[in-house]
């Protein structure tokens, strides 16, 4: 059973094994910096009536894909944990609502995917789950109507704002089998820095990427250099420079060829996806089809995993409020 040390990490002692994964995403970050590593690519619609029922789909199409991968049953698939950003996680809900298996929807913003893989790791080296499947999905048309304005209005966008990714990404944990291990976990504490600009999330989250951090490294007693990479998750360009500074104020230089985000580098920027990709969907397809591709070649065989969320909602926005942050942490390792 894991154990905690310091003040936020928990060191798993059995083997919690990534065994497969799988991710779908949207035509325009098929065509950007990653596209080869994705394994499928579809219309932002998916075929469907609505956005939300096209990311429903997503959900759903993801699922069976990593199913279909895999050389385990569904039968034998103890839990789900999964969410989105749709209200009430309906994407995931409706996505998954045929898989016959027990479900627990999460709700961390953009962090859910390192929240679904924190939870679901903890509960494979408990003892009592010996499949999870971890996901998360988004979708830019059903976010931007949520969140931000209807497309129809064409409305400009800010240097510092974020292209919300539609994609689904989703892993398989199990207690045995083979691939990268989570060696350990590090939930996030809420940070608040009092910034309500919905097109300024990277600086809102930053503060709570470098807090996980820190709690890290400090926690663990590692340098930064202990991990081949560090990736946050849709701090985007804006933010990842600011996290960059808040980690060297805390006397952490975080270089270049170790620390980078997967907003940063999910798209280019003459995509015109301003200061790069947000929203549940990107860290989960940066991970699932890249990441985990560069530990499986043994490019890299030490990840800290860090997805940040900004705890928002369409009114707490609408009403002035400010925009907490928070991230969680899991370190994956070839062992």
């Not at 990534?18 to 499928?40: M, N, T, W």
């Not at 990840?303 to 009114?315: I, P």
Request: with cysteine; hydrophobic share 35%; net charge negative.
């Amino acid at each position: 059973m894991a154990h905690k040390k310091g003040n936020q990490t928990f060191i798993l002692d059995k083997p919690v094994i990534i065994r497969h994964s799988a991710c779908i995403v949207g035509q325009k970050e098929s065509e950007g910096p990653l596209g080869k590593y994705f394994d499928q690519k579809a219309d932002d619609d998916f075929g469907m009536d609505t956005w939300e029922k096209g990311e429903a789909k997503f959900v759903e199409s993801t699922y069976k894909k990593l199913l279909s991968g895999c050389d385990v049953e569904e039968n034998l698939i103890d839990c789900i944990l999964a969410g989105d950003l749709l209200n009430q996680c309906t994407s995931s809900a409706c996505g998954l609502k045929e898989s016959g298996r027990p479900f627990f929807g999460l709700y961390g913003a953009c962090s859910t995917m390192a929240e679904s893989l924190v939870n679901g790791a903890l509960l494979v080296d408990g003892g009592g789950i010996n499949n999870a499947v971890c996901m998360t999905s988004s979708n830019f048309c059903s976010a931007e109507k949520q969140f931000r304005f209807p497309l129809e209005l064409g409305c400009q966008r800010a240097p510092n704002s974020q292209w919300t990714v539609t994609g689904c990404g989703a892993v398989l944990l199990s207690s045995g089998g083979n691939g990268p291990r989570i060696t350990s976990v590090t939930p996030g504490i809420i940070r608040d820095y009092e910034i309500s600009d919905t097109n300024n999330m990277g600086a809102a989250m930053a503060p709570a990427a470098a807090s996980t951090i820190l709690s890290h490294l400090a926690d663990t007693e590692r340098d930064i250099n202990y991990y081949d990479l560090v990736m946050t998750g849709d701090l985007g360009i804006t933010g990842r420079e600011l996290c960059r500074e808040i980690l060297k104020k805390h006397g952490v230089d975080a270089p270049k060829d170790i620390y980078d985000d997967c907003g940063a580098i999910i798209f280019d920027p003459e995509q015109g996806t301003c200061a790069g990709g947000s929203g549940c969907g990107c860290c989960a397809s940066v991970l699932c089809a890249y990441l985990l591709k560069l530990l499986e070649q043994k490019h890299i065989n030490k990840l800290l995993f860090v997805a940040t969320g900004a705890l928002m909602s369409a009114v707490s926005t609408k009403q002035g409020e400010p925009i907490p942050g928070i991230a969680h942490a899991v370190a994956i390792e070839n062992v």
